[in-house]
C-alpha cells in the first residue's frame, strides 16, 4: 500500500466542498455529485466498470477470476455535514480506492470480484434522514415516507434526484440480493475519543447502537409567577426538569452496558417570565446496543414519570416516536478482522458504535465489518476533525488484508 497515494487522494477529494470553516457537501449537491463523479473517473483509471443505482450509489467493480461468484465490498460516503471533517465518510472510500491500486500494483486476480460503494446521502444533515443509499441497496426504505422530505429551500427529495439526474421512481431497485455480496468492509473514523484514550489504533466494531425516542408533554397549571406560593403550585416545566434528572439516574445505572441516554429538546409554554409553565414537552432518546439494557432504562423512565404526576399534580403523556434496532455485526467478519489484527501484530479494540454507519444497513444484507481508526480528541463533524497519516494507513491496511482474505477464497 502507498501510503503517500492514500493521503493524496484524500486531499483530491476534499477540494471539492471545501471552505475554511470546514468540509460541506451535502448530499445530492452538485458539489457532493462532483467529488462522486471525480472518485469514479478514478477508479475507471484502475481498470474498474462503474454504475450508478437509481438513488445515486457510485458501485465500482474490479473484476474477479469467478465473476459469478459474490463480490467482496467495501466503501463509505463522500456526503458531508454542513462544515464538517475531512475523514467523516472520505476516509472510507479514499482507502478502498487505495486497497485497489494495491491490488492493481500486485498483479493480483482475487477469486470474487472486489466493489466499492459509494454510498448517496449517508448524512441527515440536509433531509433529515440519513443513510438513503445505504438503506436503499439493503432495500430497507419505504418510499412513500421519503416522497414528504425536504430540505430548508423548500426543496423535495424527489426533485433533488431529478436535479442529479436520478430516479427517484426507481428506488426500489436499488435493493440487492443477499446472494450478491459475500461481504461488506467499511473503514470510518471512530467520531469518539475511546480509541485514542486507551491508546488503541484500531477499533473493531462488535454492534451498532440504535435510539428509541420518546415524545413526553408534561401538563400544569398556568398562574402569576408572583401571586402563586410555592407549595400551591403545579409547575410543568419543574416536572419536566425531574424527568430529565431521572432519565440521567435511570442511564447511569446501565453504565456498564454503554447506554446513554439525551434530552435534546425541551420546549416550556407559555414561555413568559411571569407565568408558570403549564406545558413542557420533551424531545428524549435511549440509544443503546443492547435491547435490554435499553427497555431497562425505558422501564425506569417510566416509573420516574409515574411518581412525578403524582407527587407534583401534573398530567404526564409518553408518545413513543420511534424504536430502532440495534445492530449486531457478523461474528465471522468481526473475528477475521481481530484475527488480522493479532497476526500483524496491531494492537486493536473491540468496541461499539454509538453513531449509525452505512454499514449497519449493510449488515441486513451481507456479513459485514467495521473498522475504526482514532479520531483526534474525540472531535467529529466539524473542521477540527483529525485523524493523522500513520492511523490513517493503518486502517487501510487492514481493510486491504481483509478484502484479500475474504476475496481470495471461495
Ligand atoms: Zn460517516
Known amino acids: 500500500m502507498d501510503a503517500a497515494r492514500l493521503v493524496r487522494t484524500l486531499n483530491n477529494l ?25 472518485f469514479s473517473g478514478l477508479c475507471e483509471r484502475e481498470g474498474m466498470t462503474v454504475r450508478y443505482d437509481p438513488c445515486g450509489n457510485l458501485i465500482a467493480r474490479r473484476e474477479g477470476r469467478h465473476p459469478e461468484l459474490p463480490v467482496v465490498a467495501m466503501g463509505s460516503h463522500l456526503d458531508t455535514v454542513v462544515r464538517g471533517g475531512r475523514y467523516d465518510g472520505a476516509l472510507g472510500v479514499a482507502a478502498a480506492l487505495e486497497v485497489v491500486r494495491s491490488l492493481n500494483d500486485r498483479r493480483l486476480t482475487t477469486d470474487h470480484p472486489v466493489e466499492i460503494i459509494v454510498f448517496a446521502c449517508e448524512e441527515s ?48 431497485r436499488c435493493a440487492r440480493g443477499k446472494e450478491e455480496i459475500k461481504a461488506f468492509f467499511e473503514l470510518h473514523i471512530e467520531q469518539g475519543p475511546i ?3 486507551e ?38 416545566f ?36 411571569n407565568v408558570i ?34 407527587t407534583r399534580g ?11 434496532l440495534p445492530t449486531t455485526l457478523d461474528g465471522e467478519t468481526t473475528e477475521s478482522l481481530c484475527r488480522l489484527c493479532e497476526r500483524e501484530g496491531v494492537s486493536y479494540l473491540r468496541m461499539t458504535s454509538g453513531a449509525g454507519h452505512d454499514a449497519m444497513n449493510m449488515a441486513r444484507l451481507c456479513p459485514t465489518g467495521l473498522v475504526f481508526v482514532p479520531s483526534h480528541a474525540g472531535i467529529s463533524h466539524c473542521r477540527d476533525e483529525y485523524t493523522s ?22
Open 14 to 38: 476534499n477540494r471539492f466542498g471545501y471552505a475554511d470553516a470546514g468540509m460541506t457537501r451535502l448530499a445530492y449537491s452538485p458539489v457532493e455529485r462532483q467529488a462522486v463523479a471525480y
Open 125 to 172: 444533515s440536509r433531509f433529515g434522514v440519513s443513510t438513503i443509499g445505504s438503506k436503499a441497496m439493503a432495500g430497507l426504505l419505504d418510499k412513500s415516507s421519503l416522497a414528504v422530505l425536504k430540505d430548508r429551500a423548500g426543496l423535495t427529495l424527489a426533485e433533488a434526484f431529478s436535479q442529479c439526474g436520478l430516479d427517484f421512481d426507481g428506488i426500489g
Open 195 to 197: 480509541l485514542e484514550n
Open 199 to 236: 491508546g488503541k489504533p484500531i477499533g473493531i466494531v462488535t454492534g451498532i447502537a440504535a435510539p428509541t425516542r420518546y415524545e413526553v408533554t408534561v401538563w400544569g397549571r398556568a398562574s402569576h409567577s408572583g401571586t402563586t406560593p410555592m407549595n400551591g403550585r403545579r409547575d410543568a
Open 238 to 273: 419543574l416536572g419536566a426538569a425531574e424527568i430529565s434528572l431521572g432519565l440521567e439516574a435511570a442511564a447511569k445505572t446501565d453504565v456498564a452496558y454503554g447506554t446513554v441516554a439525551t434530552v435534546g429538546a425541551c420546549e416550556v409554554k407559555p414561555g413568559a417570565m
Open 277 to 310: 409553565p403549564d406545558t413542557a414537552e420533551l424531545k428524549l432518546e435511549i440509544r443503546g446496543t443492547s435491547v435490554e439494557s435499553k427497555s431497562r432504562v425505558s422501564e425506569r423512565l417510566f416509573e420516574v414519570i409515574r411518581k412525578i404526576e403524582k
Open 314 to 324: 401534573l398530567a404526564i403523556t409518553v408518545k413513543e416516536l420511534s424504536d430502532e
Open 389 to 410: 497519516a500513520e492511523q490513517i494507513v493503518s486502517g487501510a491496511s487492514l481493510l486491504e488484508l481483509a478484502v484479500r482474505k475474504w476475496a481470495c477464497s471461495s
